[in-house]
Every structure is written in C-alpha cells, then in structure tokens.
C-alpha cells in the first residue's frame, strides 16, 4: 500500500492590526479585550481589508513560485460555530491571491518538490474554550478577524517523515519572510492532514480522512502514522474507509471520528458583497520582489559555497534565521567558518535548549555574543588555550560583555606550551605509570589517553594537549 497526503497550515500573520479593523492582532492579551463592532461580527459594520496582510500573502507567493493573482475575490464560507460570531468566515475560494508554485523539501531520500495548490487570504476565528470554567465552555473572541494564510499543497508527500520535513521548511520561509512566528503550541501555525492510502501503482486516490488538533510537528508525525496503519488495516479487514474529520488524540495517541468531511459546496461559498475584488498593481509586486530577503535555501548553498561548510551543517545553520545571523556575525568577527559552525551547533544551541532561550521560536538573547565568541575561538585556534579551558569559559562569559582575552589573562588560564616545563610533566607521568606504558608498549593505544589527561591534570588542564601528545609519544620511543 502507499500513503498520499496533503496539508493544510494555516499561518497566523505577524500584522499589528487583524484583516478587516484595527484590533490588536497579538497573542495573550485577557480575553475579549482585543475586539470591535467589526470582529464581533454585529450588524452594520463594514470590513476594511488590511493592505499589510496583501502585502505579506504576495511575499509568500513570491517565495514559493506561486502565480500572483491581479485580481482576487473575497468569498463567506458560511456555517454556524460559536466561535464565529457572524455565521460566516471571510475567505477566498475560487479566486485566491496565489496559485500554483512548490516547495524543495531536503529528505533522507534527496531533494523532494512539493506542489502547491494555492495560498489565500482569511481572518481567523474566535477561540473555544471547554476545559477553563467547569462544564461550561467559553469563547474568546481576541482571535476572531487575525489575519492568516491558508496554504495548501498538492497530494505529493507519501511519508510521515515527508511531512514533517515539508512542515519545517514551510515554516522556516515564513519565518526568513517575517510574516509568521511559526509558533504551534500558540496557534499561529496549525496544520491539517489529508491523508488516504490506496494499492501501490494505482492512479486513482483512495478515500480522504481530515486530520485536525496536532500542535507539534511531532504530532503530525505520529498521528499519520497511526492514521495510515488504521486505514490499511481497515482494508486489509474488508472495510470500507468513511470520508471524515478525525481529532488526534495525544494521550491515546489515536486519531478519533470527529464528523463527516464537509465539501465545498456545503459552505455555500459566495462573493461577500462588502468587499470590493481586490486588484494588486504589477507595479506593487515588483517592488515587493525587490525587497524580498535570502530565503532558506539560497543561503544554505551561499553558506556551502563561501565558508565551504558541508551540507548538514549549513542546512542546521540555515533552519533558523536568528541561527545563520547569528554564525555569519561570529565569521565577520575573525571566527574561522567551520570552527565558529562546530561551536555554534553545539556549545551555543545547547546552552539555548538549555535555558530554553528560544520558546518563542526566536532568540532575543544569545547567551554569548557572536563576536566575544569569535574572540574566544581565536584563542584556541591560535593556540593561547586549549578547546576544554574555552569551554570552561562560557558560564563566566555567560550574559556578560567580558572580552575573552582579558578573562584568560585575568584568570591565569594561558596554555602551557613551554616545552621544558612539559617535557618534565611527561617524564613525571612515565615514571608513575609503569603499567599503563606496558600497555601502550603491548599494542593498546587508547591508553595513551590516560597518560594525556595525567599530564593535562599535572598541568591545571592548561597544557597543550597536542605537544603532550607528541612528546608522550617522543619519550616512549626513546626508552622502549
């Protein structure tokens, strides 16, 4: 059997205000206090479409190779929920503001392009609320009317993992873009999943089954997996799959029936007559083309093909945009390129996850600057300290502007290089450990280590690990 899915995200927009009022559109404000006659939805009120959110959807359209419509319609996609007040979402439906385009997914497989079917513009509905309040549920209207993108792809993914990594460079664009956070725990990037199986070779697609309430890409992940495997056990059994909506459940990591799928036409879809079709100057576009910054993937290779990184280490660099300012301040700064890489994707985004210093999906604060950094790389490249004492440096480096020079100077922490001095530490450590050199001597190499960390702990771990090494090695050949 094989798996076709397709995914729906939609991506809260990073605007001040919502689509159609002047209503704050952030996130966390106490609820129904972000709301007005107009996204309330009460009678008389008209829309004033938001030229920022235009502007946004184009620059998303750009990035992905979509067609930018001249000319695009607003449409009410009707049905009842409590947290619509107006009995209708603004959306678009036949004539969206972009169509067509792709993203290129990096897989374990290679590279994978995936289709795009349309983005669109739509306002966000209000909240629900069941578990805040006893049995009663609640709404909070501070989301209704924040403007979102609708971003659909074509069926072209066939695996979990295809998905997941489709997900991560979406919103990874969005994000080098500035239009979305691409935060999910906060909502303001969700995804559907469209997914069915069918015989593998066979054209026709097999039954659909919506997938709603994930809030992790890992729950994307998880929650195809179970899907695909109920679908084809279900076949396997003689079933027939049912055209639904199904809830995945995290704690019973389970997907559930939730309501039959709706179609299209369920919604009634029609032109809302209180905006006008929205026309977009070609002029516009190409002044947004214009601005349009280095998006994930020109980077990536900008980054293999000037600093000569490998390509697992620019795709990490390049995943976050705060992550590759912040490696390509640390070069201007003096830092060798792949050196400042190594540093950068272990000791810095480890004392990140940490700290947890990027909850936001955005780093404010780096625990060390790029350039006191870069100082301290220099230090060991240059051979002034070794790796080990540099890493010893960073809780005291840590949210200070310390120069790192000045500290190993004030500090005593200069690397022992003085050849005398090491050549009697060796000797001493020879002498002390017959047994470990009667090893080394009988063809067991590693223990060559131990003698290296005794004579780096003789030393206050300041020696030279390299000359150590050498004149270790030196002192054995001559007395064996």
């Known amino acids: 059997m094989e798996s076709v899915i397709g995914l729906e995200v939609h991506a809260e927009l990073l605007t001040r205000s919502k ?34 959110v235009v502007e946004f959807a184009i620059r998303a359209g750009l990035a992905t190779g979509c067609a930018v419509a001249p000319s695009s319609i607003f449409a009410r996609k009707n049905y009842f929920y409590p947290d619509i007040p107006k009995g209708y979402q603004i959306s678009q439906y036949e004539l969206p503001i972009c169509a067509g385009g792709h993203i290129d997914v990096v897989t374990e497989a290679g590279t994978k392009r995936v289709g795009l079917t349309r983005i669109h513009m739509e306002e966000d509905t209000g909240k629900n609320v069941h578990d805040a309040h006893v049995a009663d549920s609640l709404v909070d209207f501070n989301r209704s009317g924040v403007p979102l993108l609708e971003i659909v792809s074509e069926p072209d993914l066939r695996t979990p993992g295809e998905a997941g990594a489709y997900l991560r460079t979406l919103r990874s664009i969005l994000q080098y873009l500035e239009v979305c956070d691409g935060n999910m725990e906060e909502g303001s990037f969700r995804c559907d999943a469209n997914v069915s199986v069918r015989p593998r070779g066979q054209k026709e697609l097999g039954t659909k089954v919506e997938i709603k309430n994930m809030n992790s890409f890992r729950a994307v992940e998880r929650a195809l997996v179970y899907e695909i495997a109920r679908q084809e056990q279900a076949i396997a059994d003689g079933e027939r799959i049912v055209q639904e909506t199904r809830l995945w459940d995290a704690d019973r990591e389970e997907t559930r029936s939730m309501r039959s799928k709706e179609s299209a036409h369920d919604y009634r879809y029609f032109p809302d007559p209180d905006l006008l ?66 540093w950068t994707m272990t000791e810095i985004l480890r004392m990140v996850r940490d700290e947890k210093l990027d909850e936001a999906l955005v780093i404010r604060t780096w625990p060390i600057g790029p350039t006191q950094l870069a100082k301290l790389i220099r230090l060991v490249t240059t051979g002034v300290v070794n790796r080990n004492t540099a890493k010893g440096l960073l809780p005291k480096l840590r949210g200070t ?16 290089s003085d050849r005398a001095a090491l050549e009697a530490a060796v000797r001493d450590v020879i002498a002390r450990c017959p047994d470990q050199v009667a090893q080394i001597r009988a063809g067991k190499e590693k223990v060559m280590g131990f003698l290296v960390g005794q004579v780096m702990k003789a030393t206050g771990g300041k020696a030279n690990a390299q000359m150590v090494q050498d004149l270790l090695r030196a002192a054995l050949a001559q007395s064996s």
């Open 277 to 342: 079709p929205l026309a977009v100057e070609p002029a516009w576009i190409a002044e947004i083309r214009r601005t349009m910054p280095e998006l994930p993937a020109e980077r990536r290779a900008r980054l293999e093909r000037e600093h000569g990184l490998s390509a697992y280490d620019a795709d990490v660099l390049t995943q976050r945009k705060d992550v590759a300012d912040y490696f390509e301040a640390g070069v201007r700064a003096g830092a060798p390129a792949k050196d400042m890489a190594n």
């Open 401 to 416: 502007e310390l120069d790192p020079q000045e500290l190993v100077r004030r500090e005593g922490l200069a690397q022992v």
């Open 19 to 52: 689509i159609f009022c002047g209503c704050s559109a952030g996130f966390g404000a106490p609820p129904n206090t972000n709301v007005c006659p107009v996204c309330l939805g009460m009678p008389g009120v008209l829309p004033v479409l938001n030229r920022r």
